[in-house]
Every structure is written in structure tokens, then in C-alpha cells.
């Protein structure tokens, strides 16, 4: 959060805190940047007139560093050249202070959420383009295979359809957690349709016997389902915690 009002500041960044976020506060649009440059963060909340936010300088910069990251402005002079202009800039909240402390958190949570789960998204399109490439690998080694059945070839495909289908899981299992979080989430997307989703992957290549050899297709089973036992171990220390 950048503000130049140390009280507000202060008072905004506990409010933060108290809701379960990791609140990081500066007190312009220099210092804003320069954590940035280091630090990870999901949303960032700016004061209009501050030192380094003049003209939303602030906000240009950081669509033009950090594409996509949300910011929700705050100001004590509200007016409708300031409102178009930060809708011009592509800010996700234009909010007038004092604020109330619900409408706050209602755009931080909602914004937070978007943006997280557009992260995971992308890195899932990222993994499938790894994936496409592996298998493309594999295909040529077929096809420069005189027996395509050969068991290094399958076992390389079961290695990287394992490997990519770990990654899958767990982008799945980010997103239902953001989901749970965020307003109107998907609060009953629970661990258990995550692990129902792996064993129903299981049951699909059960059913390509034919294709793979059984001692091959009986370790992917168990490696798969290692992946839902850990996750059924995760679960119960959450709920015990």
C-alpha cells in the first residue's frame, strides 16, 4: 500500500492484516516501485495525490512493469476527471476516502482472486505447451522406432504425461483454493473432487492396458496415487491445525 498519510496508512495497512492479508505499506510512488522490484505482490492499493503518483504516474509505470497487476485507487478529492482518468488507466477500484473498511476488503479479495487465478491459468497454457512439445519428442521417437512399442518409448511418455499431469493437479488445486477465498468462490470445491479427478485419470489408463505394458501402467498407478495420499495427509493437518 503507498500513501503519504501515515495514519491512514498505518490504520489501512492493520485493517489489511486483521482480514488474513500480507499488508506492505510505503509512502510514495518511488518507494512503491522499489519493492516491487523485489517482492511479489497480488494487488497494490495507491493514494492519487502523492508524491509519485502525480498524473497516475504510479499506475502507468506499473501496468507497464507488472502487466496485469490490480490497483485500486484511493482518494480524499474525489472529481470526474480523476475517475475517467483512472478508468483510462485500467485501475480495478476507484474508491473515495474515508472508505468503508467492507467495501475495501470486498475489492481487495475480488481483485486478488482474479488476479491469482489468472497467474495460475497462464501457467497452466505454459505447461501445456511444455507438454505439447514433450510429446512431440516422443512421437518422433516412434516414428523412428522400427517397434513402437518398444518399453523405453512407453516409459517416456508415461514420464512425461505423469510429470505433466502433477503440475496439472496442482495448478487445479491453486485455483480451487483461490476460488475458496474470493466472494461467490467456489467455497464447495473441496480436496476430495481434486482427488476424485486423479483417481478418475487412474481409471482412463487403466483402461489402456492394451496399449501399455501392466508392470509400466501398475507403477504410474501407484505414482498417481501417491500424489492424492499426500493430499489426503495435507487435508487432515489442516483440518486439525
Known amino acids: 500500500?503507498?500513501?503519504?498519510?501515515?495514519?491512514?496508512?498505518?490504520?489501512?495497512?492493520?485493517?489489511?492484516?486483521?482480514?488474513?492479508?500480507?499488508?506492505?505499506v510505503v509512502a510514495d510512488g518511488a518507494a512503491a516501485l522499489a519493492r516491487l522490484a523485489t517482492e511479489h505482490v497480488s494487488?497494490?492499493?495507491?493514494?492519487?495525490?502523492?508524491?509519485?503518483?502525480?498524473d497516475l504516474e504510479l499506475v502507468r509505470e506499473l501496468h507497464t512493469r507488472h502487466p496485469g497487476l490490480p490497483v485500486i485507487l484511493l482518494t480524499g478529492f474525489a472529481?470526474?476527471?480523476?475517475a475517467i482518468q483512472s478508468v483510462n488507466a485500467g485501475v480495478a477500484a476507484y474508491l473515495r476516502k474515508p472508505v468503508r473498511a467492507?467495501?475495501?476488503?470486498d475489492a481487495v479479495q475480488r481483485n486478488i482472486g482474479l488476479y491469482?487465478?489468472?497467474r495460475v491459468v497462464a501457467r497452466s497454457l505454459e505447461h501445456l505447451r511444455s507438454w505439447t512439445t514433450d510429446l512431440a519428442r516422443v512421437d518422433e521417437q516412434i516414428r523412428q522406432a522400427h517397434d513402437a512399442s518398444q518399453s523405453g518409448i512407453v516409459a517416456n511418455y508415461l514420464e512425461v504425461s505423469l510429470g505433466r499431469l502433477a503440475m496439472a493437479f496442482a495448478d487445479v488445486r491453486e485455483v480451487a483454493e483461490v476460488l475458496a477465498r474470493s466472494p461467490g468462490?467456489?467455497?464447495?470445491?473441496?480436496?476430495h473432487e481434486l482427488e476424485q479427478a486423479v483417481r478418475e485419470a487412474v481409471t482412463v489408463l487403466e483402461r489402456t492396458k492394451?496399449?501399455?505394458?501392466?508392470?509400466?501402467l501398475s507403477?504410474?498407478?501407484r505414482r498417481l496415487e501417491s500424489l492424492v495420499d499426500a493430499e489426503d495427509g495435507e487435508e487432515s493437518d489442516r483440518r486439525t491445525a
Open 1 to 24: 500500500m503507498a500513501d503519504d498519510e501515515e495514519v491512514f496508512r498505518l490504520s489501512t495497512a492493520a485493517l489489511l492484516r486483521s482480514a488474513g492479508f500480507e499488508a506492505v
Open 43 to 54: 494487488l497494490v492499493i495507491s493514494d492519487i495525490n502523492m508524491p509519485g503518483n502525480e
Open 79 to 82: 472529481s470526474a476527471e480523476s
Open 102 to 105: 467492507d467495501q475495501l476488503l
Open 116 to 118: 491469482e487465478t489468472r
Open 185 to 191: 468462490g467456489a467455497a464447495g470445491m473441496r480436496t
Open 210 to 216: 492394451r496399449d501399455f505394458k501392466s508392470k509400466e
Open 219 to 221: 507403477d504410474l498407478r
